[in-house]
T-cell receptor, first 115, second 114 residues
Framework: GENVEQHPSTLSVQEGDSAVIKCTYS??????FPWYKQELGKRPQLIID?????GEKKDQRIAVTLNKTAKHFSLHITETQPEDSAVYFC??????????????FGEGTQLTVNP | SAVISQKPSRDICQRGTSLTIQCQVD?????MFWYRQQPGQSLTLIAT?????????ESGFVIDKFPISRPNLTFSTLTVSNMSPEDSSIYLC???????????FGPGTRLTVT
């Protein structure tokens, strides 16, 4: 089955700096890679995703890059703000006909943005 | 995106009892999923709730412990049976609309077993 590794587990940055979180996956057939933000006590919120036919996707201060050859993808947050502080999870899915939309999650990154 | 609600939001239960969690989506969806998230940890998929057929369970989860129903395209239930303190966790449902792979989560049910 799919295995997703996420680094770092914790990340502390100063407000205005950039933050980068990296994930690797094991199943070369996976084709969908979402990122979720989870604030304390809240549900995971889908913030951006990328599909395997695209190398990069951007939405305002958030961007995701995908390297299919190396089987890794990254989340980039620019001009970080204190409200970006949360746990971020990467995930992968679509590795086989039987797996369908099943998501395999990374272990999460606690991002802290210091004012 | 789908709007998803869950009931109850939290419960405290005694060991040996069962709790049924309900998940309601505001639109018809193809796939619904149940996850478990222990405090400070990632999400672990319990099973995929299939409409009109039995749920598909992940390794380590069995139907006798976590029976699931999916009577229609907007609703599912997860029962946590014969509970022990190790079942204390947050249980989340999610829905994938129309095969897009995008999954949206319910608010979760915080279960404490004493």
């Amino acid at each position: 089955g799919e295995n997703v590794e996420q680094h770092p587990s914790t990340l502390s940055v100063q407000e205005g700096d950039s933050a980068v979180i990296k994930c690797t996956y094991s199943d070369s057939a996976s084709n969908y890679f979402p990122w979720y933000k989870q604030e304390l006590g809240k549900r995971p919120q889908l913030i951006i995703d990328i599909r395997s036919n695209v190398g990069e996707k951007k939405d305002q201060r958030i961007a995701v890059t995908l390297n299919k050859t190396a089987k890794h993808f990254s989340l980039h947050i620019t001009e970080t703000q204190p409200e970006d502080s949360a746990v971020y999870f990467c995930a992968a899915s679509g590795g086989s006909e039987t797996s369908g939309s099943r998501l395999t999650f990374g272990e999460g990154t606690q991002l802290t943005v210091n004012p | 995106s789908a709007v998803i609600s869950q009931k109850p939001s939290r419960d405290i239960c005694q060991r040996g009892t069962s709790l049924t969690i309900q998940c309601q989506v505001d639109s018809q969806v193809t796939m619904m999923f149940w996850y478990r998230q222990q405090p400070g940890q990632s999400l672990t998929l319990i099973a995929t709730a299939n409409q009109g057929s039995e749920a598909t369970y992940e390794s380590g989860f069995v139907i006798d412990k976590f029976p699931i129903s999916r009577p229609n395209l907007t609703f599912s239930t997860l029962t946590v049976s014969n509970m022990s303190p190790e079942d204390s966790s947050i249980y989340l449902c999610s829905a994938d609309g129309q095969g897009t792979h995008e999954q949206y989560f319910g608010p979760g049910t915080r279960l404490t077993v004493t």
